[in-house]
Nanobody
Framework: QLQASGGGLVQPGGSLRLSCTASGRTLDYYVIGWFRQAPGKEREGVSCISVGDGTTSYADSVKGRFTVSRDNAKNTVYLQMNSLKPEDTAVYYC????????????????????WGRGTQVTVSS
């Protein structure tokens, strides 16, 4: 099972680091996607990290502000979020496909089979 954590309330311009952990699954072998869903909106992709060389991708709305990374020793994937804006407010989820490897890079929503419980990020003054 996947679990996203690290959300909270932060002022505009602030930072948060989200973590995605897994039980019963070694994240090293899977692409990991970060997604978010704001109230009344569809779930959207935020970022993805590949398996082989750690290639990363980002939605245009977060490029230059968010950074995804892996710590294989801790079986954890992080999403560092800087310069947060009110429009970043959403529930954030991590997800993986069923199959290992990079076939599902850069993490299309339809390709993700396992979703963690989300974590709420609220950016407000």
């Amino acid at each position: 099972q996947l679990q996203a954590s690290g959300g909270g309330l932060v002022q505009p311009g602030g930072s948060l680091r989200l973590s995605c952990t897994a039980s019963g699954r070694t994240l090293d072998y899977y692409v990991i996607g970060w997604f978010r869903q704001a109230p009344g909106k569809e779930r959207e992709g935020v970022s993805c990290i590949s398996v082989g060389d750690g290639t990363t991708s980002y939605a245009d709305s977060v490029k230059g502000r968010f950074t995804v990374s892996r710590d294989n020793a801790k079986n954890t994937v992080y999403l560092q979020m800087n310069s947060l804006k009110p429009e970043d407010t959403a529930v954030y989820y991590c997800a993986t496909p069923r199959a290992p490897g990079d076939a599902y890079y850069p993490c299309p929503i339809v390709g993700m089979n396992y979703w963690g419980r989300g974590t709420q990020v609220t950016v407000s003054s």
